[in-house]
């Protein structure tokens, strides 16, 4: 269950961050923001790694967080229109997600 937790924060870490990178468009001059949310990121995927049952489980539940987050941002926020393949990869990890649970 931990797993989760440090999944969905290493998610939500990286969403924002690419959210901020493309609503502002310049790298460098927001240096300051990007550099801790990268290395939040990195010390919440290493906890993933570390608290996840196995290596695979621990990636299935990082996917599905950062899709599911990715394409909220995409939509509601960025205003972008998201192709058909976005939303059957959705769907597909969100299965993965489902089957690996029933299957335990």
């Given at each position: 269950m931990v797993s989760y937790l440090w999944a969905l924060l290493a998610a939500l870490n990286v969403t924002v961050c690419e959210t901020f990178f493309a609503s502002r468009g310049s790298y460098w001059k927001d240096l300051w923001l990007y550099t801790p949310m990268a290395l939040l990121t990195n010390y919440c995927i290493y906890r993933l790694v570390r608290s996840a049952p196995?290596?695979?489980d621990g990636l299935i539940i990082f996917s599905l967080g950062t899709l599911v987050l990715r394409t909220t941002s995409a939509v509601f926020v960025l205003h972008q229109r998201l192709s058909p393949g976005t939303w059957c990869g959705l769907a597909l990890?969100?299965?993965a997600n489902v089957i690996r649970y029933a299957w335990r």
């Open positions: 196995t290596l695979v990890v969100g299965l």
